[in-house]
């Protein structure tokens, strides 16, 4: 079965970029018609998707998010990766990446990302 697996840092300065890997296993991130995903949750918030990727590698963004996200990803590891610059205190939130085929499952366990000085 697919399994996905965040990772990156837990502690972020202001003003950085944030970059969290996300790794697939059981599944290909460039077959079967799926979207690969980031979604967040802020602390006492609902979840706020962040964007994604298909398989042919076009990227698809939340537009209040467009100008400080991108998405990429390495096909040869299996891995998409979420980068978002200019971090601020509110960006900080569990972040999960997630496949979505017909409804977003599975997610990744989530990490915890704190953006603080």
């Known amino acids: 079965q697919v399994q996905l697996q965040e990772s990156g840092p837990g502690l972020v300065k202001p003003s950085q970029t944030l970059s969290l890997t996300c790794t697939v296993s059981?599944?290909?991130?460039?077959?079967?018609?799926?979207?690969w995903g980031w979604i967040r949750q802020p602390p006492g918030k609902g979840l706020e998707w962040m964007g994604a990727?298909?398989?042919?590698?076009?990227?698809y963004y939340n537009p209040s998010l467009k100008s400080r996200t991108s998405i990429s990803r390495d096909t040869a590891k299996n891995q998409f990766t979420l980068q978002l610059s200019s971090v601020a205190p509110g960006d900080t939130a569990v972040y999960y990446c997630?496949?979505?085929?017909?409804?977003?499952?599975?997610w990744g366990q989530g990490t915890q990302v704190t953006v603080s000085s």
């Open positions: 997630a496949r979505r085929n017909q409804g977003w499952s599975p």
């Open positions: 059981g599944g290909s991130i460039t077959t079967g018609g799926a979207v």
């Open positions: 990727i298909d398989t042919s590698g076009s990227c």
